[in-house]
Structures are given as structure tokens and as C-alpha cells.
């Protein structure tokens, strides 16, 4: 497989002014000193592309994702390093962009894709499709300041898939126009898929990323974090967003305490504690996530002070978004166990995980035959899972598919 | 090395490949620019298009701006300076031809840059040809008005000098080169210094001043000579490049070197104070002979490729922080 875009040690640098004087007279009066302070946006990133793959750059807000992007299509030139592009190569980084208010639809459309890099010959033999595409027929000879917002940019979305480019470099604007065009858009790129031309689409949104893109490059201040497929790259962002402190941390923090309200339970005498909760994966792997439907192992350490007959044991699993997604039953499987006083290990099996995606919490309380608490996990412990399919949600529903006649299948009798 | 590795590999894709670098050559430039000759014309239509709604009325309407001008000066230094050039507003307007391309191209490139700030954040192609396109706008309203130039010259039964009509070709080349590399320069600068377009517009009056189109070249030129101590400056004077192509213009098209006037001149006559007339003749063009002229507009060609390659260089430095300046 060819690379349709070689990124060979980009950086980018920025110089971020105090104050900009941007004329002679500010320059001047200034003495020709401007201060500034320099800011990597981009670190050494390696990476190749190869082509027909549909690639994802992740990252969360200023992270330099949009920087990369710009680098690849050529807006931008790299401090040091560069970039290969192997390919006509169109960048749909602002529909419409350049589009003349005083020019007619159609002259738009020349101008754009001859920005665009596209030979007069490509267009007039695309004309008619992407005026048909964007479903502007009858008002491609109008002035361009007549349109209205939604015609706009149908036109320059129009021209940027129907030039025919090998390789489309897409920032997060797929979501124009009405739903019905929405999806033909998506239907474009889809088909773009097909007919193996290379894609790369910038988003924050993982579910975007893991619906479209083959591998998704994870950008973060300015560095290459993974380049993997969407299930391992969309975790090591999380593992990012965590780290420094971003949404699903904070989110998961403020509902600790909706998993199981301690208020509720007032601890009499403490005879057991619940010192630490981990988690052991497949094949006891060296890893920090469960992928979905795997096995997963709770291990819970006890230090028990004083002998308990029949404990029984609740645990609790917490969404991202903070609602109890699993209780267990106390009374029934989890309950009559004994603890001899010492440090215990409890361990909870899981056969399988059908989660999708995200970080769970778990809580873990214990108690007595008469179901008062001894017990209660202060704070949530956290697994991971990653989602290697397509799916996006919260559940990975088993599901099945099958074709039969409408006989076979007694449709008649089930209509009936 | 970069490129070469780069050939080698687009062959066995038979894909254009095309690297995004800070350090990209002077070829690949000239080469990019080469390649972007369509998006070029379609930049130069839009401009005329935006300017006079392609209407004929539009373009009429162009030709205004020239014409106040050129009926100004004619007025003021024909009637009240007393301008003793003959057939004065064919002199002008075969000179104020070469101005006006060369000042409305320059004053349109310092802006280009700034002024498709929105395309230029975010559509990749070579910068170079937003200047190019206002030089290329320019070059239309260059041969609107020579058309104009023609009817003048046909309206007056005036004949050109034929033989030295080469000299209009070949100083039209060097002054689009030239016009080309100037305007390059000044749209880079525009984007870090603001203020050089509104600069540009306070020296282009003054350098209009400092070429012989609303005065004879030899006025300036003898007065420089006359006083030794700053003879120096007859040399500055020819060495601006828009100077040779102004004097090839007027030699080609205007062609009266010489004219001859009658001079009173004082004398007493028994007793009596009486002018005589006596033929003088003047001077209004160089006397320059043609391959002199010539010579001196192969100076200037070489120098306005000089300039270009200077001023595409310039731009290929500066063009990487384009996106993020503007």
C-alpha cells in the first residue's frame, strides 16, 4: 500500500505576540522590537497515511489537530520537517471559502475549484454534477449574495466532493445544511470510501471518528499521542482528557456519591474495610482496559477485624454520565459469605463486559446478615473499556441478522 | 535532494505529488505559480467582474479615472504652466500609459494578501498569484487605454514612428516584470507591515514626479548635467527602471525628439531695443539612439527578473506565517 500523505517530522511554531504592531509607524515608534513568545503547536509528528484509509485527528480544543490539518493542506508551512502529499488534494476546511458575493453561482464554482487546484477541464466536465448536487439548478446564475445560508454552503460542499480529489481533507464541517443533505453528504464521503480515496477528517467528537475513520491519530499540545485503530485511539484521548484534568474526570467526580450515597448509611462499629479495588484483566495482560464483551475481574482488598458470618456484598456499576447502570443482587449469589478476620481478597467475575466505550466506576458496599451497611467503597474505582467495532452507545447489544422468505419466516402468520 | 527524491517516487505512483515545507525551492516556486495560470485567469475575470460587473458601460466607466487625470494635467500644464511641448496631450498620454499600469498594479498588489485574508487561511495555493492577478487586472485597463491610445493617434492623424515601435513590446515585458516583482514584494510586506499600502500610494506620487511624463526628459536631464556637483544624479535619474520605458513609449509613440520654436531674441537696432526671431531648437525627447534605448531596456530587464526572483524568494520565506498573520 502507497502512502497518499507522508507527515516527516512536522512541527509548527507560533509566536504569540504581547501586542502586535502590525504597521511601519507602530514598528517605528516601538524601536523594531516586538516581544513574543514562542509556542510549539506542533512536535515532531511522524506519521503515514496510506491510501483509501479514512483517518481521524482527534484532539480536544487547541491541541494543534486544526494546525495539522492546515500543515497537510498546504495552508500552513511546517517551522520544520514536511509533508508529502501524494494526490489532488482538496481541503474542506470552510465551504464556500472565497466565494464571491458579486459572482454568480456559477463563476463561484469555477473560481472555487481552480482555488481548489482543479483545471478548468475537470470543472466543465463536473459542472453539471455539481450543480445537480447541490440542488441549485435554478439559481446557479443568481449572485451569490442572494443566497441563502443553507445554498451557500450546499454549493461549497458541492464543488469540494465533486472535483474528484484523491485525497479530502474534512474539519468537522459534514453537519450543513438540512438533515436530508446531511446525509447525502455522508453518503458522498461514504462513497469516497468505496472508490478508496484517502480521507482525513479533524473532530473532537469520538463517535464521528469511530463511525468513519479506519485509524484515528490522537493530538494532544501539539503531540502525536497514537495513531491506532478508532477503539485504542478514542481510549488513549480519554486517558488524556483524564490526565489533564478535562470533562469525563470532572463529570465522573461530581457523581462518586450518586453511586451510593454514604448519607444514607451510618457505619456503627467498623469491623471491616474496604482498602482498595482493581481490576484484573483477560490473561492478566498488561493493560489498563477491558475491550468489549472480555471477561473482567474485580479484586477488592478487605482488611477485616473481626470475623463476619454471612456477609453479603452489593456492587455498583456508574456510567460516565454519573446513573447506576448495574446493582446487584445482594440477597442472592453475592450473599453468605464469610470473612475471617485478616486481609481478604474478594474477587467479583465478570464473564463479559458488553459495554461500549467509556470509563465506568464501580462501588462496592458490604453487609451484615441483617443487610446493615459495615462497609462502603469512599470513592469509585475506574476501568476502561474499549470498543474495537463500529458501534457507538452505551450497550454492545448482541444482535444478529438473517434473511428468509416471508414463508420461512411465517411473516404472514406474525402479521396476522 | 528533496526534489529528486520526489520525482522519483511520483513516477512510480503517477500521482502529482507535492511537499508542504517551509523550505521549498526557487523552481518549485516559479513551477507552482506556472501550474496555477488557470486559477490566475480566473482570479484576473473575477476582479473585472467585481469591479465592472463585466458591463461594457463598466469597462467605459474604468476608462474615467485615466481620463480625469490625463485632462488635468493637460489642462494645467498646457495652458497654465505653458508647456511648449508640441501636440502636449499625445506626449502625456504616451507617457501616463506606462504610469498608470505600473501604479494602480502596485497600489492593487500591496493589498492583495491582506485583502483575501479569507481564502488565504483557508485554501492552499500559490500565494504568489493573488499580486499576479492585480497585475493582470492591470494589464486589461493597459490595453483598454492603448486602445484608446490607437484613436487618439488616429483621431490626430499622428503618425507613431514605426521603426521604434519594437521598443513598446519590449518595454511592456520589462515593465509587467517588473510591475510583477515590485508588487510580489510590497503584498509580502503588507501582511507584517499594514500601513505599506497606504505608504505605497505617498511614494508612487512622488516617483510619478521623478518620471519624465508631464515634462521633457532633457529638462530634468540638462539640469543635472549643467551643475557639476550633482551630476551623479543625471546617472539616478536614467537608473529608474520605469524611466527607459517611459522614454521608449514616448520615442515610439509621441516621436517628436526635436521641435523647433522661434525665440525672440533682443537686439538693439538702431537704437532701439527689438526682438528678432531666431529658430531654436528644442529638445523634448532623449536623443537617444535606438540601440541605446534597447540597451537600456535590457538594464532593466535585468533587473526586473532580479527583482522577481527576489521578490518570489522573499515571498516563499514569509508565506508559511501568511495563515496565522493574517
Known amino acids: ?70 500543515c497537510l493542506a498546504g495552508i500552513l508551512q511546517p517551522t520544520s520537517g514536511d509533508v508529502v502529499v501524494r494526490g489532488q488534494l482538496a481541503a474542506m476546511l470552510e465551504l464556500g471559502a472565497g466565494f464571491q458575493p458579486e459572482l454568480s453561482g456559477r463563476d463561484n464554482v469555477y473560481l472555487n475549484a481552480s482555488l481548489l487546484g482543479f483545471t478548468k477541464k475537470d470543472i466543465d466536465r463536473r459542472f453539471d454534477d455539481i450543480v445537480a448536487f447541490a440542488e441549485l439548478e435554478k439559481f446557479i446564475d443568481n449572485q451569490v449574495k442572494y443566497y441563502s445560508s443553507g445554498m451557500y454552503v450546499r454549493l461549497g460542499f458541492a464543488v ?42 479533524v473532530s473532537h467528537s469520538p463517535d464521528m471518528m469511530r463511525q468513519t475513520c479506519d485509524e484515528v491519530m490522537v493530538i494532544d499540545r501539539g503531540e502525536l499521542i497514537t495513531f491506532s485503530p478508532p477503539g485504542e485511539a478514542i481510549r488513549a484521548f480519554r486517558d488524556r482528557l483524564v490526565d489533564s484534568g478535562f470533562a469525563p474526570d470532572s463529570e465522573v467526580g461530581e457523581t462518586v456519591k450518586d453511586g451510593v450515597s454514604s448519607a444514607v448509611f451510618t457505619i456503627k462499629k467498623r469491623v471491616v474495610k474496604i482498602e482498595d479495588i482493581s481490576f484484573v484483566y483477560r490473561d492478566m495482560e498488561d493493560r489498563n482496559y477491558v475491550i468489549t464483551d472480555e471477561p473482567l475481574e474485580v479484586r477488592v482488598l478487605l482488611d477485616v477485624s473481626e470475623t463476619i ?108 | 535532494m528533496l526534489t529528486n527524491d520526489l520525482m522519483s517516487n511520483s513516477k512510480v505512483n503517477e500521482l502529482p505529488s507535492r511537499v508542504v515545507s517551509a523550505k521549498t525551492t526557487l523552481p518549485s516556486r516559479l513551477m507552482n505559480i506556472w501550474q496555477a495560470r488557470e486559477l490566475l485567469l480566473f482570479l484576473i475575470r473575477k476582479e473585472l467582474k467585481v469591479k465592472y460587473k463585466g458591463s461594457v458601460l463598466g469597462f467605459l466607466w474604468s476608462m474615467l479615472n485615466p481620463a480625469i487625470v490625463l485632462g488635468v494635467y493637460y489642462v494645467v500644464f498646457k495652458y497654465f504652466l505653458k508647456s511648449s511641448i508640441p501636440d502636449f496631450a499625445l506626449f502625456l498620454f504616451s507617457g501616463l500609459i506606462v504610469w498608470n499600469f505600473f501604479g494602480s498594479a502596485l497600489q492593487g498588489c500591496a493589498s492583495s494578501v491582506v485583502g483575501a ?65 515590485v508588487g510580489i514584494f510590497l503584498s509580502a510586506l503588507n501582511v507584517s507591515l499594514r500601513d505599506i499600502e497606504h505608504l505605497i500610494q505617498v511614494l508612487l506620487q512622488a516617483w510619478f514626479w521623478g518620471v519624465p511624463i508631464i515634462y521633457s526628459y532633457n529638462t530634468v536631464y540638462d539640469l543635472f548635467l549643467r551643475h557639476p556637483s550633482v551630476k551623479w544624479m543625471a546617472t539616478l535619474y536614467l537608473a529608474d527602471p520605469v524611466t527607459p520605458i517611459v522614454l521608449s513609449f514616448q520615442r515610439a509613440l509621441y516621436g517628436h525628439v526635436t521641435y523647433v520654436s522661434a525665440n525672440p531674441v533682443p537686439k538693439i537696432v538702431a537704437g532701439h531695443l527689438e526682438y528678432i526671431n531666431h529658430n531654436v531648437t528644442n529638445i523634448v525627447l532623449a536623443t ?31 508565506e508559511g506565517n501568511f495563515a496565522e498573520e493574517l
Open chain 1, 160 to 201: 469540494a466532493v465533486n472535483v474528484d480529489p484523491d485525497i479530502l481533507l474534512v474539519d468537522e464541517v459534514l453537519a450543513v445544511g438540512d438533515e436530508r443533505f446531511q446525509r447525502k453528504c455522508m453518503d458522498r464521503v461514504q462513497q469516497f470510501q468505496r472508490d478508496g480515496r484517502t480521507i482525513v477528517v
Open chain 2, 288 to 318: 537617444y539612439p535606438y540601440h541605446f534605448l534597447v540597451e537600456l531596456l535590457v538594464i532593466v530587464l535585468v533587473a526586473a527578473i532580479a527583482i522577481f526572483i527576489g521578490a518570489v524568494k522573499y515571498f516563499g520565506n514569509v
Open chain 2, 117 to 181: 485574508a479569507g481564502i488565504v487561511k483557508k485554501v492552499s495555493f500559490p500565494r504568489e498569484v493573488l499580486p499576479l492577478a492585480q497585475v493582470g487586472t492591470a494589464l486589461f485597463f493597459f490595453f483598454l487605454q492603448s486602445l484608446v491610445l490607437v484613436l487618439f493617434l488616429a483621431g490626430f492623424q499622428f503618425a507613431p514612428a514605426w521603426s521604434y515601435l519594437p521598443l513598446v513590446l519590449f518595454g511592456l515585458i520589462d515593465l509587467v516584470i517588473l510591475a510583477a516583482g
Open chain 1, 1 to 70: 500500500m502507497t502512502s497518499a500523505i507522508e507527515i516527516r517530522g512536522v512541527s509548527k511554531r507560533f509566536r504569540l505576540y504581547h501586542e502586535k504592531y502590525t504597521s511601519l509607524k507602530e514598528r517605528v515608534i516601538h524601536g523594531g522590537h516586538v516581544p513574543y513568545e514562542e509556542f510549539w503547536a506542533l512536535k515532531d509528528i511522524v506519521a503515514d497515511i496510506s491510501s483509501g484509509k479514512t483517518i481521524g485527528i482527534l484532539g480536544r480544543n487547541g491541541s494543534g489537530k486544526s494546525t495539522l490539518l492546515k
Open chain 1, 309 to 416: 458470618t454471612g456477609a453479603s456484598f452489593n456492587l455498583t456499576l456508574i456510567a460516565e454520565t454519573g446513573g447506576i447502570l448495574f446493582t446487584s443482587d445482594a440477597g442472592t449469589s453475592l450473599s453468605g459469605i464469610n470473612l475471617e478476620s485478616g486481609k481478604r481478597v474478594l474477587s467479583f467475575f465478570f464473564d463479559k463486559i458488553p459495554l461500549l466505550d467509556g470509563r465506568f466506576g464501580v462501588n462496592i458496599d458490604i453487609r451484615d446478615t441483617g443487610g446493615v451497611v459495615l462497609d462502603l467503597s469512599e470513592q469509585s474505582a475506574y476501568f476502561e473499556v474499549m470498543n474495537p467495532s463500529r458501534a457507538t452507545g452505551v450497550v454492545a447489544m448482541p444482535l444478529s441478522i438473517k434473511v428468509s422468505t416471508p414463508e420461512e419466516s411465517q411473516w404472514l402468520k406474525l402479521a396476522q
